[in-house]
């Protein structure tokens, strides 16, 4: 089984920044690709970012590319969202999944996740 536990959220004013983490335990870190998914009140779960398992590949949603940047430690078991210039359409509940495929790991059917942390933006 792999856990994930997201860590980092909170209140900040837009055109601010805020790092999320994302600790992984369970089996090998690197066999996973990971993604970040965020959940607005009212709305889908929507894709972010994902990272391939040795980061060599990365991809965003087109909301935020340029602003945000997905990495991982593979040292460290950990995932990365480092979101900058932060708006008040970011407000929301932020997910990192794992799962063996990167096509999957883009999607809503990753096979496992964490319990989400929440990132308010102010105006």
């Known amino acids: 089984q792999v856990q994930l536990v997201e860590s980092g959220g909170g209140l900040v004013q837009a055109g601010g920044s805020l790092r999320l983490s994302c600790a992984h335990s369970g089996r090998t870190f690197s066999r996973y690709n990971m993604a970040w998914f965020r959940q607005a009140p009212g709305k889908e779960r929507e894709f972010v970012a994902a990272?391939?398992?040795?980061?060599?590949?990365?991809y965003y949603a087109d909301s935020v590319k340029g602003r945000f940047t997905i990495s991982r430690d593979n040292a460290k078991n950990t995932m990365y969202l480092q979101m900058n210039s932060l708006k008040p359409e970011d407000t929301a509940v932020y997910y990192c999944?794992?799962?063996?495929?990167?096509?999957?790991?883009?999607?809503?059917?990753?096979?496992?996740w964490g319990q989400g942390t929440q990132v308010t933006v102010s105006s």
């Open positions: 990272i391939s398992r040795f980061g060599g590949s990365t």
């Open positions: 999944a794992a799962d063996l495929s990167l096509v999957t790991a883009s999607t809503t059917a990753c096979d496992y």
